[in-house]
């Protein structure tokens, strides 16, 4: 009887072990699976190694089907032998999952590092004096816009506000080229509202007469877009596709941001620009700092007017690069944009930075919510100090190229100390903080490219026992300071006027570094032992020749004569209107650029003013109203009979009466920034 019911209990007892086997069999054969499917997207990372780790996994699989199959048929088998045989099943399915997970983590942390989604945010701006507080007040108005249909923040978002808020009922729309002249405007009342980018404030802040421009005008509407970065990118800025393993050009981007995450379009306040070539296959490499004020022509104007680089951020990162492309005749293959939290948080990540800060810096923290300042010594930063040492310029002699080659020693700096990175704890701080803080058109198969290159390094590094294989060119774009007027601005501004000799040098060794030009060989070099030998900095001159603009010098104060002489050394054609006396007018602002002049220039002297008649088909010159309207009689009568001056005299427009020719009024026009107009 009671062998009966052990058989029955042994024959109950089969099934579910059966389906325990085939449940664990299961679960072993998806973790595998997951495993090699995330192994698989590791790309060329470790080929060899990839492939047999694969190949094992997939015998192991095998393996376990077979003994799965075997155990579920076999009436007799030991009860040890299948409890081993689950134990192995549970374990393995534990290790693929966790192979699974932390390549899934590290490539989606790699994923993200290039955003395919950005947000994009416009405004409706008016005047802090005008009216309308919100948009039901806008009504009647003259508002502005870009003319850039492609442009996400200017004319695609702006056209979607219209709509929703029926804008078009009773308003008109002006089209501009640039938010330059569209702000000018606003300023001056031609326009009542415009729409711009988010990043308005950060863009003129900075230009004198717009230092108030937060308070001056007033935000009545907003609107965010998330837009696909493909739908927002000309084909041109997308990644080149080509691999790591070839010569390549990246430009790494500094953002003015003081959110945590870049996701935002934050190119707008971008005064960090470095455009790095790098050949792996000889470790070479070339780093140029591109002042923020250089006068180069804005790829993405209409009429590709020269202008500070800086401006061509606030259009976006397309116009950035192509402008780059165009004025150093070179291909991006790729570009990198960090924010200010990103490079702290990278920099504490690593351990600091060891600088040798040569002064005393004081500049804001990364919250803009206090001074951080660091003192003279080599030390090592953390990083908000490595940000004040990368940021500050106002306290160093030479300005922006002084917070271009600190930004290089950090960049440089920081790839030192990742090259010191072992453990896992470390490697995860600094792939979290890139994947929040930096937006790149890198792929991900590009990234992960990169550990062929570091490998590369570190078995050269190794055989020849040199840490330092990685030659790093400094570039150094020379040129000269020029105050010049702004077309759409309408004042003078400072510029920084490349020369076109240090300019052709750059691009020279850019491309003997990408390997599409012949290297030429230096044949003659001298040095001596008593001074010490510093290497060369290529663009730094000294260049014979210095290129700058002829521009058009101030005329008023000058005597007919004076005038006459100026304009004939310049090569300008002038035409005068009155005679004697001194300039009181010209027809162009100081600071023009000559060569955008066409025909002659009208000079105003004091010996007379000439009126413009209010009816356009009246060609004759009226004659001035009088100040005096309590005796208008007297005054016609003297100005029919105007009084006769002597050769040491002029008639002065506003008393009507002869004066001294003495010397003219000392010009206070000292050519410095003028206020807008």
Do not use: H, W
């Given at each position: 009887m009671a062998k009966h019911e052990n058989e029955n209990e042994t024959r109950e007892k089969k099934?579910?072990?059966?389906?325990?086997?085939?449940?664990?069999?299961?679960?072993?054969?998806?973790?595998?699976?997951?495993?090699?499917y995330e192994i698989f997207l590791l790309g060329s990372?470790?080929?060899?190694?990839?492939?047999?780790?694969?190949?094992?996994?997939?015998?192991?699989?095998?393996?376990?089907?077979?003994r799965v199959r075997s155990a579920s048929k076999k009436r007799k088998k030991k009860?040890?032998?299948?409890?081993?045989?689950?134990?192995?099943?549970?374990?393995?399915?534990?290790?693929?999952?966790?192979?699974?997970?932390?390549?899934?983590?590290?490539?989606?942390?790699?994923?993200?590092?290039?955003?395919?989604?950005?947000?994009?945010?416009?405004?409706?701006?008016?005047?802090?004096?005008?009216?309308?507080h919100d948009i039901d007040d806008v009504s009647d108005y003259t508002i502005g816009l870009l003319s850039d249909k492609n442009s996400p923040e200017g004319y695609i978002i702006p056209q979607e506000m219209i709509k929703e808020n029926k804008l078009d009922d009773n308003n008109e729309f002006k089209e501009y080229d640039d938010y330059s002249t569209m702000l000018v405007d606003l300023y001056d009342g031609e326009i009542d509202?415009?729409?711009?980018?988010?990043?308005?404030?950060?863009?003129y802040s900075s230009v004198t007469g717009y230092e108030n421009i937060a308070t001056d005008t007033r935000i009545i509407l907003s609107k965010d877009k998330e837009m696909k970065k493909a739908e927002t990118s000309d084909s041109e800025t997308a990644s080149s596709g080509k691999s790591i393993t070839e010569p390549f050009t990246i430009l790494l981007m500094g953002i003015d941001s003081t959110d945590e995450v870049l996701s935002k379009n934050a190119i707008a306040n971008g005064d960090?620009?470095?455009?790095?070539?790098?050949?792996?296959?000889t470790l070479n490499a070339t780093m140029l700092s591109i002042p923020r004020d250089s006068y180069v022509p804005i790829a993405c104007w209409s009429d590709q007017a020269e202008n500070k680089i800086t401006h061509a951020a606030g259009y976006g990162t397309d116009c950035m690069m192509n402008t780059i492309?165009?004025?150093?005749?070179?291909?991006?293959?790729?570009?990198?944009?960090?924010?200010?939290?990103?490079?702290?948080?990278?920099?504490?990540a690593v351990g600091g930075v060891d600088i040798n800060v040569e002064q005393e810096l004081c500049t804001d923290d990364s919250s803009r919510g206090g001074e951080v300042c660091i003192y003279p010594g080599e030390q090592t930063l953390n990083g908000e100090q490595a940000l004040v040492y990368a940021r500050n310029r106002k306290q160093l002699v030479n300005g922006d190229f002084g917070r271009g080659q600190h930004q290089q020693e950090i960049v440089m700096a920081l790839v030192n100390k990742m090259k010191t990175i072992t453990d896992v704890t470390t490697f995860m701080d600094i792939l979290n903080t890139v994947s929040n803080s930096l937006d790149t058109n890198l792929t991900t198969q590009q990234i992960l490219s990169f550990y062929n290159v570091g490998k590369d390094i570190v078995k050269r590094s190794l055989a020849t026992d040199d840490s330092n294989l990685v030659n790093i060119q400094q570039l150094y774009l020379q040129g000269n300071s020029q105050m010049i007027y702004d077309e759409r601005m309408r004042m003078v501004l400072y510029n920084y006027v490349p020369n076109q000799d240090s300019r052709?040098?750059?691009i020279q060794a850019m491309k003997e570094n990408l390997e599409l030009a012949e290297h030429e060989p230096i044949t003659e070099f001298s040095f001596s032992i008593n001074e010490p030998y510093e290497k060369e900095v290529i663009g730094y001159g000294p260049y014979r020749t210095s290129y700058t603009y002829d521009l058009l010098p101030d005329f008023t104060g000058d005597s007919e004569a004076q005038a006459r002489a100026t304009a004939s050394r310049l090569g300008i054609s002038v035409n005068f209107v009155g005679s004697g006396g001194?300039?009181?007018d010209q027809e162009y602002p100081s600071g023009k650029r000559i060569d955008k002049i066409r025909g002659s220039v009208t000079l105003t002297l004091s010996g007379s003013v000439v009126y413009e008649p209010e009816e356009d088909d009246s060609n004759t010159t009226t004659t001035p109203p009088s100040n005096n309207t309590e005796n208008q009689e007297e005054e016609e009568e003297e100005s029919d009979t105007p009084p006769t001056c002597g050769e040491d005299e002029y008639l002065d427009p506003i008393t009507n009466t002869c004066l001294p020719n003495t010397t003219p009024p000392e010009n206070t026009d000292d050519n410095t920034t003028q206020q807008p107009s």
């Open positions: 099934p579910k072990i059966r389906i325990v086997l085939l449940i664990f069999l299961i679960l072993a054969l998806l973790t595998s699976a997951f495993a090699i990372i470790e080929t060899l190694i990839r492939y047999i780790v694969i190949g094992v996994l997939v015998f192991i699989d095998i393996i376990l089907f077979f009860r040890s032998k299948r409890i081993g045989l689950l134990s192995f099943m549970f374990l393995y399915s534990l290790v693929c999952f966790a192979i699974g997970l932390v390549i899934a983590y590290v490539y989606g942390q790699l994923n993200n590092i290039n955003k395919e989604f950005v947000t994009y945010t416009s405004d409706l701006v008016v005047m802090s004096s005008n009216d309308a509202a415009m729409f711009t980018t988010n990043n308005y404030i950060d863009m960090t620009l470095i455009l790095i070539t790098f050949n792996p296959k492309e165009n004025y150093f005749d070179v291909n991006i293959d790729y570009y990198a944009k960090i924010n200010f939290k990103g490079l702290v948080k990278l920099v504490d052709d040098d750059i001194y300039v009181v």
